[in-house]
């Protein structure tokens, strides 16, 4: 997989085939991706229009930050890839093999690492995905709001595979680490989120 | 826009730039197709393992309903380029130009069609992510609940392209009886959404 040559067809081939690579992970990190894209798109129709000239400072800013982004997570779609293989390596290393242990809990702990990091990444999204909600042009707001589906949407995979893995690591004190920021940082989303859905439906974009 | 030929990249770019196509209809679509992909991808661990040796039939529906949705949705990604893209070309007929009302009113209505399409078929999509949420390979239940928050998301792009459209078209009937049908689609969607969410939390996958 490559996001430079992959097409979109290819990729939906590959996620759908019978190997477990790629799988929620590097979709999420797509996902956050398109989220990130779509943010910069109402930026774009946003900037240099008279009507919001208030807001050109702050439509520039989301421009930079979802290009670092989008170059992040592109990462973390492969980074999740190579994880996960590192996993199923340790998983064929013979049960007898006194070193199997050790490399398999530390395979793990990467692949934990990486949706955690998608989740991060998608929170820095949806935070911009709140900025062109509120201040983008009125014309792409749906195209605002559907940002922030998406980058809700990649959080949640980064946590439910930050999960999966922290199941099968035995290190009693990673575990308890990984949670509790795990846990901060889905109240702060979960929050930002809440906010958004309530904007959504002040704007009459509830039924 | 040619899902065969369009690399993700490149597709990010697209929706990045500063026109408005493709947008979050066109993007939706495509994340609706990657939420079917995983349904797939998690049938396709289940299939064939005698553990789940019961749910074999049900798991084969998945794969050929997954196929059908994939297909739909990659026809209504360019089917939300092109309605838009009508949309516009309508706008740029000169105001005093006694066809442009009617020509406008028509290309909105079929700019509405499309996205309650998006919003039919992640409902769909959604049923399935239910399934496999339930009964598919317990080693990849993350990527069925992934698949499932895409599936929302995807809905509810839908639902906001529907109602920004509507909330152009003057055929008072006309936005009465799609608002009507979207709040029923919205009612069912919530509903399977909330018992996903709630299994989700069962297993210990909420922190």
């Not at 799988?23 to 779509?38: D, E, N, P």
């Not at 930026?43 to 421009?63: R, S």
């Not at 997570?73 to 242990?101: G, H, W």
């Not at 062109?132 to 949640?156: P, Q, W």
Request: proline share 2%.
């Amino acid at each position: 997989m490559n996001v430079e040559k992959t097409t979109l067809k290819e990729f939906c081939d590959m996620v759908a085939d019978k190997t477990p690579t790629p799988g929620g992970g590097a979709v999420g990190a797509i996902v956050a991706a398109l989220a990130a894209s779509l943010n910069q798109m109402v930026a774009n129709l946003t900037v240099g229009k008279k009507k919001y000239a208030d807001f050109e400072e702050i439509m520039e800013e989301v421009l930079e930050n979802m290009n670092y982004s989008r170059e992040k997570l592109q990462q973390l779609a492969y980074d999740d890839i190579k994880a996960f293989n590192k996993v199923m390596e340790a998983l064929k290393i013979p049960k007898d093999d006194p070193t199997r242990s050790e490399k398999l809990q530390t395979a793990l702990k990467e692949a934990a690492d990486i949706p955690f990091e998608l989740a991060r990444e998608a929170r820095n999204v949806l935070k911009f995905s709140q900025v062109t909600s509120k201040h983008g042009n009125k014309n792409a707001i749906s195209d605002a709001y559907s940002s922030a589906e998406l980058a809700y949407a990649a959080f949640r995979i980064g946590m439910y595979n930050v999960l999966i893995n922290l199941s099968s690591i035995k290190d009693e004190e990673f575990v308890r680490k990984y949670k509790e920021e795990l846990e901060e940082l889905k109240n702060e989303v979960e929050g930002i989120y809440k906010s958004i859905r309530e904007l959504v439906k002040e704007n009459g974009f509830e039924i």
